[in-house]
């Protein structure tokens, strides 16, 4: 009298669904931070492109542009813009002196992950023309290495 079993028992089954949880519960967040990380990129890419500008207008002793579009970018998720009109004096005239112009990117989109939404980034544009995070609600491990100084 042989026994052919075919199929797999309830506790196989309920191994498998255990592993299956465990699993979930760790990509899944670690998907989430990588969303937001890759959607954080765009802040980098829009505050470079208005560093361009406030470089160019320094010559001319000012943060923005004359046009106004020239001092926003919207991208996807947010938008970039200059938020000072005029430089500060600064008697320091390093490389890494802050310009006193300063540049903003604020999460919009209710597209982005829900730990951007609503959140902002202050940059400061250095004299050598970095960006140096001044101030911002975002968490610290979002941002992208560029922005961290």
Do not use: W
Request: proline residues 3%.
């Amino acid at each position: 009298m042989s026994l052919n079993h075919q199929g797999f028992t309830l506790i196989e089954i309920i191994i498998a669904i255990a592993i299956i949880g465990i699993l979930t519960a760790i990509a899944v967040p670690t998907y989430m931070d990588y969303s937001a990380k890759a959607q954080l990129a765009e802040a980098a890419d829009l505050a470079g492109n208005l560093k361009a500008q406030v470089l160019d207008s320094l010559q001319n002793q000012k943060c923005r542009a004359q046009n106004p579009s020239e001092y926003s970018y919207k991208g996807k998720y947010g938008i970039a813009e200059i938020t000072t009109e005029f430089p500060v004096v600064n008697a320091q005239h390093s490389a890494t002196a802050r310009t006193g112009c300063s540049i903003r990117y604020t999460v919009y989109s209710q597209n982005a992950s829900f730990v951007l939404v609503n959140k902002y980034l202050e940059l400061d544009v250095l004299r050598n023309g970095t960006l140096k995070l001044n101030n911002g609600t975002i968490e610290q491990k979002y941002l992208p290495k560029a922005l961290v100084i």
